[in-house]
């Protein structure tokens, strides 16, 4: 079976996720395409898909938002899987006693998930190096503003052991399709 595993990121930390996803299925014996979104060839080639994207004020990254709505029928059509990182710092709670994964979902999660039907749609935790060089206008405003930019907490805040739990799901379901 093959998977595309198709992702968007700016300081590398959502690649570092669809990498580890792109590894465990691999080591469970799926034929996995690992690439950025905006570099994926012949999606009708694909069996199944994992898509993800960092979220940055709130949105995905055009990129993959770009490519989801592209291939939505494709997509829809196929056993597929996104995901988005971004929140930081180690509370699953806010001040509020909410998730703070699920106020860190992407505002275009409703629409893909009625687009896309996917089987399931993930918000990890991501990371934040106060010393990387700025990407894009906000980040370059948060570097106007020391105050701001120094509230975030800094670190990696990925939990591996979910993610792989997540991928290994996700190999479990292709693998019981029958080929």
């Known amino acids: 079976m093959r998977v595309l595993v198709a992702y968007a990121t700016r300081h590398g930390a959502t690649g570092g996720i669809a990498e580890r996803v792109a590894a465990v299925l691999r080591r469970r014996g799926l034929d996995v395409t690992l690439t950025r979104a905006r570099e994926a060839r012949d999606p009708a080639t694909f069996d199944a898909f994992v898509i993800g994207g960092a979220a ?7 990129e993959v938002k770009d490519f ?13 899987w996104i995901f988005s990182s971004g929140p930081l710092g180690t509370d699953l709670v806010d001040a509020e006693g909410k998730d703070v994964r699920i106020g860190a979902e992407p505002k275009e999660f409703p629409e893909l998930r009625e687009d896309l ?16 060089k700025p990407i894009g206008l906000g980040e370059r405003l948060m570097g106007l503003m020391p105050a701001a930019r120094d509230a975030l907490p800094a670190g990696d805040f990925r ?3 979910e993610i792989e739990a997540w991928a290994e799901g996700i190999a479990n379901e292709l693998l019981a399709v029958p080929a």
């Open 56 to 62: 940055y004020m709130f949105h995905w990254l055009d």
């Open 68 to 80: 989801a709505r592209r291939n939505r029928t494709l997509l829809a059509d196929r056993p597929t």
């Open 117 to 132: 039907r996917p089987r399931d749609a993930r918000v990890f935790f991501g990371a934040y190096d106060p010393d990387a």
């Open 159 to 161: 939990d591996w052991p």
